[in-house]
């Protein structure tokens, strides 16, 4: 596997975690559970920085917003992009300063507006990115006049599934054509300091004609805008750089993303390619990105133990305790993620199941969860070493909107969090109990 500067392999892969140490982490905290390698966090955030070295780089904190995550991307030297205020809060817990802060309010709820313009005023450098004229209203209304960024609609989207194609849907951002008379409009009552798109989650290297059209759409925005209100201090074109779930599938060239957007940008700003900033209008804006996948992904797996192997008329079933309240993203989206049975071997197989287990047949399996949904499957007829009960599978990829968007359904507690750095272990989240989940009802 090839290594890029300081930032390691460009991808880790199911087989590449070391299985005892993963099954003794399972006898310890019980399952299911995740696992994050903050070291591996670390690595993903020094290949981002080196690809774009003249670039804004912020973590999209909605892939994963536990502290460990947190504190490990500011140390080494990410900004915090925010989709809520709540994500506001985390990002100042985990140490990251107001200038190094942006919100980007979606159809934001009044509380939400309400808190982060709270923050702002003791944060006075903290940026809000707004993607309807309504939400500046609102803000006017709540007293703030400070860093504005306008959220454009380019009409180009892509991703891995057409529910995160966030960059033609009409949720998203100001229609494209407004946007420099809105900013107009708008710039003598705030400091407006960018605009911004984001194309959608999950780009893989298929998407990058439509990332390099998004990335020159906003780079003619911005210089209309600047023609209009002077300097800008950053053009934001997302995130949602992709990481292969499957086993056969190449990681993405982040080195070819990076020319493709620094020569979209030129394209339109008339600087070379070679450079990351572009010159837009008589001052020069920085080019900004905020990647949350690619940051996390594969530094985080889940563990989930077999409580149940059943053969029903056409299919073995293998009942697992981690479902789609614990790892949504297969019902949601039919997502694929490796799994592989830790507990027959280490050696790797074409889907990342170690299939190091001698004697043990591999067959095709469906492993389901414990919720009453169909739809609570994690994977279907996959060649896996044949899982018994009591043995311990691991579902590679979980460090991105894994934890995040687990849920309570079915009054089933959230799992714990472990956070590993080198040879150090401990508890990151606790595992939550039913007492939990009901405390706050009367």
């Known amino acids: ?73 500011r140390e080494a030297g990410l900004d915090a992009e925010c989709a809520s205020a709540g994500e506001v809060e985390r990002a100042f817990e985990a140490g990251f300063t107001g200038d190094r802060i942006r919100y980007t309010a979606v159809n934001p709820p009044g509380r939400d507006l309400d808190r982060v313009i709270e923050r702002w005023r003791e944060h006075p450098e903290l940026t809000i990115t707004v993607g309807a004229a309504d939400t500046v209203d609102r803000l006017r209304d709540r007293g703030f006049d400070g860093r504005l960024c306008v959220r454009a609609n380019p009409g180009v989207g892509a991703g891995h599934h057409e529910k995160v194609q966030t960059g033609a849907n009409a949720k998203f951002g100001i229609p494209i054509e407004r946007v420099p008379d809105l900013a107009e409009a708008w710039a003598p009552e705030f400091d407006l300091v960018g ?21 020159s759409r906003m780079g003619d925005l911005a210089r209309e805008v600047e023609s209009r209100v002077g300097g800008l201090e950053f053009v934001d074109v997302g995130g949602g750089f992709g990481v292969p779930y499957r086993e056969d599938e190449p990681p993405l060239d982040l080195d070819a993303v990076a020319a493709a957007t620094r020569e979209a940008l030129g394209d339109v700003a008339g600087r070379s390619p070679a450079g990351c900033q572009a010159e837009l209008g008589d001052t020069d804006a920085t080019l900004s990105i905020e990647p949350g996948r690619y940051v996390v992904a594969d530094a985080g797996v889940l563990l989930t133990r077999v409580n149940t192997v059943k053969q029903a008329r056409d299919a073995t079933v293998v009942g697992v305790d981690a479902g789609m309240t614990t790892l949504l993203r297969p019902a949601m989206y039919g997502a694929y993620h490796a799994i592989r049975n830790l507990s027959v071997g280490v050696d790797s197989g074409t889907d990342g199941e170690a299939d190091g287990g001698g004697d043990r047949e591999t067959a095709p399996v469906t492993v389901a969860g414990p919720i009453c949904e169909s739809a609570d499957v994690l994977c279907e007829e996959r060649p896996l070493s044949r899982p018994e009960r009591g043995e311990i599978l691991a579902i ?47």
């Open 195 to 215: 605009v911004h798109a984001h194309a959608g989650s999950g780009i893989s290297g298929d998407d990058l004609a439509a990332h390099r059209e998004l990335v």
């Open 1 to 73: 596997m090839s290594r890029v500067g300081d930032g390691g392999p460009a991808v880790r892969r199911l087989a590449e975690w070391d299985a005892s140490d993963l099954l003794a982490l399972a006898e310890e905290y019980d399952t299911p559970l995740y696992v994050i390698d903050r070291d591996r966090v670390a690595e993903n955030c020094a290949r981002l920085r080196e690809a774009f070295p003249d670039a804004d780089v912020s973590y999209a904190l909605k892939a994963h917003t536990g502290q460990a995550v947190l504190r490990t991307v």
């Open 396 to 442: 590679g990829n979980a460090g991105a909107y894994g934890y995040e968007m687990s849920n309570t359904y079915n009054t089933r507690p959230r799992p714990a969090e472990v956070a590993r750095s080198g040879t150090t272990v401990r508890l990151a989240r606790r595992r939550e109990t039913i007492p939990d989940l009901t405390e706050l009802e009367r």
